[in-house]
């Protein structure tokens, strides 16, 4: 499935999914992603916590932002991204 680098911006009325959320907003975030087939995979937050960088793995970029519209997420640019990891190159 491809993958792909979600970048958001927040302002203050918009909140990231976190371990503070209940047990049932969590499974809400979850379930709207499942409808498109979106699955999560991990995100890097900018120190003011109003940017985020999200990595996802989706059939297509229309699915993230439909999952993002339902979980009331903003999304400023998606761009499809490979994995290059500096273990898999070998030793200098």
């Known amino acids: ?7 958001r ?3 203050e009325h918009n909140t990231l999914p976190g ?5 049932r907003a ?5 379930k709207n992603n499942a409808q498109d087939g979106v699955i999560w995979v991990h ?3 900018a120190p003011d ?15 993230i ?8 997420l903003p999304v400023d640019r998606i761009s499809e991204v490979s994995i290059l990891d500096p273990y898999l190159l070998g030793k200098p």
């Open 65 to 72: 932002r439909r999952a993002a519209l339902r979980n009331r």
């Open 19 to 23: 371990p503070e959320q209940d047990e």
């Open 9 to 11: 911006t927040f302002t």
């Open 49 to 63: 916590g109003k940017k985020s960088f999200c990595i996802y793995e989706a059939p297509n970029p229309e699915a």
């Open 26 to 30: 969590r499974k809400a975030f979850f």
């Open 43 to 45: 995100s890097y937050l």
């Open 1 to 7: 499935m491809p993958r792909y680098l979600v970048e």
